[in-house]
């Protein structure tokens, strides 16, 4: 089993940017589409978006496209969420996950369909 670790949380104004990552225990990792979600308060998990085993292909949500941007390095055990123009509804925990397979439609990507899952990390974006 894989286990996962996100980092790169924190306080952050409107307009600006943060990145987080998610490095992964095991020798399986390379195997995985990488995934990640969020939660807001008093809301439920949603999906931001995803990355291929290989890193050649991903998937967002509408309400982040063109300001999020996923990637991994295999060689690092390691994916990564870049988040620019921040908005105070990006507040959030931010969790990483992993699935063995791929979705080719944003709303097929359940929580419930993953393999396994981080602990989160929040970010918190200030107006």
């Known amino acids: 089993q894989v286990q996962l670790v996100e980092s790169g949380g924190g306080l952050v104004q409107a307009g600006g940017s943060l990145k987080l990552s998610c490095v992964a225990s095991?020798?399986?990792?390379?195997?995985?589409?990488m995934a990640w979600f969020r939660q807001a308060p008093a809301s439920e998990r949603e999906f931001v978006g995803a990355?291929?085993?290989?890193?050649?292909?991903?998937i967002y949500v509408d309400s982040v496209k063109g300001r999020f941007t996923i990637s991994r390095d295999n060689a690092k055990n390691t994916v990564y969420l870049q988040m620019n123009s921040l908005k105070p509804e990006d507040t959030a925990v931010y969790y990483c996950?992993?699935?063995?397979?791929?979705?080719?439609?944003?709303?097929?990507?359940?929580?419930?369909?993953?393999?396994?899952w981080g602990k989160g990390t929040l970010v918190t974006v200030s107006s």
């Open positions: 095991g020798r399986t990792f390379s195997r995985y589409s």
């Open positions: 990355v291929t085993y290989d890193g050649t292909n991903t």
């Open positions: 996950a992993g699935v063995s397979r791929w979705y080719i439609d944003s709303l097929q990507w359940q929580d419930d369909g993953m393999n396994f």
